[in-house]
């Protein structure tokens, strides 16, 4: 059926994701446990041995909490342990930063983190935030490392905006079908000139469903994507 996918094709020395949407029920990934776990049984023979899937946290579309989060997570370590698939299954959380975000972290609510503090959150892709810097600012200040999810993305990104991001303090964490021309072409672009300057600390699959199969596939095979293995990824510490 998917004559795309054959096992080991891709000795994937990566390890561990931090990005997908593979908790049902909760955003717009996958369907059902059945999907979840064709996906999962497809990374695993990629080479992924840990997903941490982060479900989107959005206040006017997917109000998840950690509570419904950590359930999913329970029913799906069990669904994976059933089918006898030796990955191990986390999960964080991909914030969407609006008003109720900063709210949130102003009054001191504990957010969903992965690794060492790690929080990853994605924004507006077509006017940059103005309350951007400020909110990095009091991120690190209470300790949390941010993690911007897919920089190659945003419409208003440009090479000095990332720059500036990275000095300030936010990682990086590229999306791997940003390597072909999945998104759009600048969006295949902008991620080969973020591996030329070397600020990409994460590469994640953001997978959503069995869709995104195909062009993971054809990600992997890309020069850039093999390039960007060579950067001192956080995903190696995971
Ligand atoms: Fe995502």
């Not at 999913?72 to 069990?78: A, Q």
């Not at 900063?102 to 060492?116: A, R």
């Amino acid at each position: 059926m998917f004559s795309f996918l054959k096992k080991n094709t891709f000795p994937l020395s990566l390890r561990a994701d931090l990005h997908s949407h593979l908790l049902p029920g909760l955003d717009d990934g996958v369907a059902d446990m059945d999907e979840a776990i064709r996906v999962i049984r497809q990374l695993h023979d990629w080479g992924y041995q840990k997903l941490i899937t982060t479900p989107h946290i959005m206040s006017d579309t997917y109000r998840n909490t950690p509570e419904m989060i950590r359930q999913k997570r329970t029913e799906l370590k069990e669904e994976v342990n059933r089918h006898r698939l030796p990955v191990e299954i986390d999960a964080a959380a991909e914030y969407y930063l609006d008003t109720w975000l900063i709210n949130q972290v102003d009054q001191g609510h504990p957010l969903m983190t992965f690794g060492d503090s790690y929080f990853l959150f994605e924004m507006n892709y077509i006017t940059e935030p103005y309350q951007l810097n400020d909110f990095i600012f009091k991120l690190i200040t209470l300790g949390y490392k941010p993690v911007l999810a897919h920089p190659e993305r945003y419409s208003f990104m440009t090479m000095s905006k990332a720059e500036d991001l990275h000095y300030r303090g936010v990682l990086l964490q590229a999306n791997i079908m940003s390597f072909t021309n999945y998104y759009t072409r600048p969006v295949r672009k902008f991620v080969s000139q973020m591996v030329d300057q070397g600020w990409i600390n994460f590469l994640g699959t953001d997978c959503h469903h069995q869709r995104h199969l195909k062009p993971l596939s054809e990600a992997f095979r890309s020069s850039y994507f093999k390039k960007a293995l060579n950067l001192p990824l956080l995903n190696y510490q995971l």
